[in-house]
T-cell receptor, first 114, second 115 residues
Framework: GEDVEQSLFLSVREGDSSVINCTYTDSSSTYLYWYKQEPGAGLQLLTYIFSNMDMKQDQRLTVLLNKKDKHLSLRIADTQTGDSAIYFCAETIDASGGSYIPTFGRGTSLIVHP | EAGVVQSPRYKIIEKKQPVAFWCNPISGHNTLYWYLQNLGQGPELLIRYENEEAVDDSQLPKDRFSAERLKGVDSTLKIQPAELGDSAVYLC?????????????FGPGTRLTVL
């Protein structure tokens, strides 16, 4: 089966870097995603990484993937108060017959304080 | 371009009453998802549609939940009768295609409270 785990909370000071971690169990994961959810809103895709990549950088965001340890991380540089939200790690796996089922972690609540 | 639209945004009902949620996906998106999000949890897939066809409904409690997507566009999720444990946020999402890369666009959700 598949399972995605994240730490529940992270508190950082404005201007510092934030690192949110995620572990997954299914080695057949194809794509891994980071979504952001602000209060009262749906999830918004921030970035993704294909399973044959080790790293992906997109402006202030850096995604690192360690397939051996099944560990995914999201680094936010120069964290701002507007980055305060819940961040979800997600994976898609091939369930059967080309059906790719998304599985989400419980989310990490990022709190940015001045 | 309009995003995924859901209504109502909030619904409060008494247990054993029926309730329905509506979703309008992004124009042209063939794939539509309904998720359940409990407090402090990530979304859990209830049902996935490819056009009009429900291709994955294994997590949908079929004794009380039903869904439809007539004409392959809008979708409705119904609960009858509602139970206290159904209090949650119901999210609708859509995406443009199949395959492993699957960016889903989420609506704001319907927050259901069952009293």
């Amino acid at each position: 089966g598949e399972d995605v785990e994240q730490s529940l909370f992270l508190s950082v000071r404005e201007g510092d870097s934030s690192v949110i971690n995620c572990t997954y169990t299914d080695s057949s994961s194809t794509y891994l995603y980071w979504y952001k959810q602000e209060p009262g809103a749906g999830l918004q895709l921030l970035t993704y990484i294909f399973s044959n990549m080790d790293m992906k950088q997109d402006q202030r965001l850096t995604v690192l993937l360690n397939k051996k340890d099944k560990h995914l991380s999201l680094r936010i540089a120069d964290t701002q108060t507007g980055d305060s939200a819940i961040y979800f790690c997600a994976e898609t796996i091939d369930a059967s017959g080309g059906s790719y089922i998304p599985t989400f972690g419980r989310g990490t609540s990022l709190i940015v304080h001045p | 371009e309009a995003g995924v639209v859901q209504s109502p945004r909030y619904k409060i009902i008494e247990k054993k009453q029926p309730v329905a949620f509506w979703c309008n996906p992004i124009s042209g998106h063939n794939t539509l998802y309904w998720y359940l999000q409990n407090l402090g949890q990530g979304p859990e897939l209830l049902i996935r549609y490819e056009n009009e066809e429900a291709v994955d409904d294994s997590q949908l409690p079929k004794d009380r939940f039903s869904a439809e997507r007539l004409k392959g566009v809008d979708s409705t999720l119904k609960i009858q009768p509602a139970e206290l444990g159904d209090s949650a946020v119901y999210l609708c999402a859509s995406s443009s295609g199949e395959g492993p890369y699957n960016e889903q666009f989420f609506g704001p959700g319907t927050r259901l409270t069952v009293l």
